[in-house]
């Protein structure tokens, strides 16, 4: 706030001699009118320009050096290494083409720039000329989006082939969840219409579907690793986006409608916190957090790298935390630990059948045990 305001005074301070300077300027008498500029002000100007020219020369390579290690590690998904490949070529285009037109720009605005006696030349068209500047750029970008059209078709096509996983995720203000259909891979029928809070069908899962009933709801996402999964996305309030930058995925979540995204995990969790980069990344967040920590800043505790799905819409005041966590594991170990989460009918629909069957005495006591597993 300090800051905000003494650059504040700073600038009012810089406007206020200008203006000081233009009415003294104003106030003289003078022989020659100076607001035109002559042969040493266009001089000094084409070198302002050379100047521009390393200037954002200098920035982008010092911003790449600096901030490179900001980048995300290796694709940790099947299509993810595809898209990868598109950015970089666009990227390598977009920079060879800006460091040639900029010097070409820059050249040219000092080489030709005003001098007495100097006329500028009467240059209708130049067929060729045209021709070149037409199509060279026809056929980058033409190239550019065919190849990423085919890169999104490919992406985008989302089929039951190879046997995926199914699992929905569901965003709400500000959290996630997650569904997997179950034994039968099935996800049952759900609806917000049927959330029923007290019951704790959060996810508003018909109860009368049987698909439902082996469904399985968790707070944090395990991929089993070479596997597709097809995600179906569903939104309770607003528009959310799930968005997992280390598969390089992102679906937008629609509140009365069912999205799709479909990848295959590549790298384990395991294997990713042994890449370099996340090395590096988390050595760094480290050091950062144990400095803060030393300071007395609390929630600084050491940092591990692990994947995580982010919401990537601007949903409401606390969407700067809404994510959940994404373990990418071996397939013994998500059938482990998927053997291990309740289902729906043990969570949810055991209180009914508690109510139908405690009106016999001896089924009482067994019953309400299970009834009490959260
Ligand atoms: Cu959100």
């Given at each position: 706030m300090?800051a905000?305001l003494?650059?504040?005074v700073?600038?009012l301070?810089?406007?206020?001699?200008?203006q000081m300077?233009?009415?003294?300027?104003l106030?003289?008498?003078?022989?020659?009118?100076?607001?035109i500029?002559?042969?040493?002000?266009?001089?000094?100007?084409?070198y302002l320009?050379?100047?521009f020219l390393?200037?954002?020369?200098g920035?982008?390579?010092?911003s790449?050096a600096k901030?490179y290690k900001?980048?995300l590690?290796?694709a940790?998904?099947?299509?993810?290494a595809?898209?990868?490949q598109l950015?970089?070529v666009?990227?390598a285009i977009?920079?060879?083409v800006?460091?040639?037109t900029?010097?070409?720009l820059?050249?040219?605005?000092?080489k030709?720039?005003?001098?007495?006696?100097?006329?500028?030349l009467?240059?209708?068209?130049n067929d060729?000329l045209e021709?070149?500047?037409?199509?060279?750029p026809?056929?980058?970008l033409?190239?550019l989006?065919l190849?990423g059209?085919?890169?999104?078709t490919?992406?985008m096509?989302?089929?039951?082939?190879?046997?995926?996983?199914?699992?929905?995720?569901?965003?709400?203000q500000?959290?996630?969840?997650?569904?997997?259909?179950?034994?039968?891979?099935v996800?049952?029928?759900?609806?917000?219409?049927?959330i029923?809070?007290?019951?704790a069908?959060?996810?508003g899962?018909?109860?009368?579907?049987?698909?439902a009933?082996?469904d399985?709801?968790?707070?944090?996402?395990?991929?089993p690793?070479?596997?597709?999964?097809?995600?179906?996305?569903?939104?309770?309030?607003v528009l959310?986006s799930?968005?997992?930058?280390?598969?390089?995925?992102q679906?937008?979540?629609?509140?009365?409608?069912?999205?799709q995204?479909?990848?295959t995990?590549?790298v384990?969790t395991e294997?990713?916190r042994?890449n370099?980069?996340?090395v590096?990344?988390?050595?760094?967040?480290?050091?950062?957090?144990a400095?803060?920590?030393?300071?007395g800043i609390?929630n600084n505790?050491?940092?591990?790298?692990?994947?995580?799905?982010?919401?990537?819409?601007?949903?409401?005041?606390?969407?700067?935390n809404?994510?959940?966590?994404i373990?990418v594991?071996?397939?013994?170990?998500?059938?482990?630990?998927l053997a291990?989460q309740?289902?729906?009918?043990e969570?949810?629909m055991?209180?009914d059948?508690?109510?139908v069957?405690?009106?016999?005495?001896d089924?009482?006591?067994?019953?309400?045990?299970?009834?009490s597993?959260e």
């Open positions: 300090t905000l003494t650059l504040t700073l600038v301070v810089a406007i206020a001699i200008w300077t233009k009415i003294f300027e106030s003289q008498t003078r022989t020659e009118y100076d607001e500029a002559n042969d040493s002000d266009n001089k000094n100007n084409g320009l050379f100047a390393i200037f954002i020369y920035i982008t390579i010092f790449f901030y900001m980048l590690p290796e940790a998904s099947e299509h993810g595809d898209y990868d950015m970089w666009s990227f977009i920079f060879f800006q460091t040639i900029q010097a070409l820059h050249y040219f605005g000092y030709y720039r005003g001098q007495k006696g100097r006329k500028a009467f240059f209708a068209d060729r021709f070149i500047w037409t199509i060279i026809v056929i980058v033409a190239g989006i190849w059209l085919y890169t999104w490919n992406i096509d989302i089929n039951e082939d190879d046997d995926p996983l199914v699992v929905e995720l569901y965003a709400q500000f959290n996630w969840t997650a569904r997997y259909g179950g034994d039968d891979n996800l049952g029928e759900a609806n917000v219409r049927l029923d809070i007290a019951n069908n959060v996810l899962l018909d109860e009368s579907d049987p698909n009933e082996d399985i709801i968790v707070k944090e996402l395990h991929l690793v070479g596997r597709k999964v097809n995600f179906k996305m569903r939104s309770q309030d959310h799930a968005y997992m930058p280390h598969f390089r995925a679906m937008n979540c629609v509140p009365g409608m069912i999205t995204f479909s990848f995990p590549t384990t294997e990713m042994l370099p980069d996340v590096d990344k988390v050595k760094r967040t480290n050091a950062i957090r400095q803060k920590a030393a300071e609390p505790d050491p940092w591990e790298f692990d994947y995580i799905l982010l919401c990537n819409k601007i949903c409401g005041k606390s969407h700067y809404m994510q959940m966590k373990i594991e071996t397939e013994e170990e998500f059938n482990k630990w291990e309740k289902t729906f009918k969570t949810v055991v209180d059948t508690e109510q069957l405690n009106l016999e005495d089924a009482d006591i067994e019953l309400s045990e299970t009834a597993v």
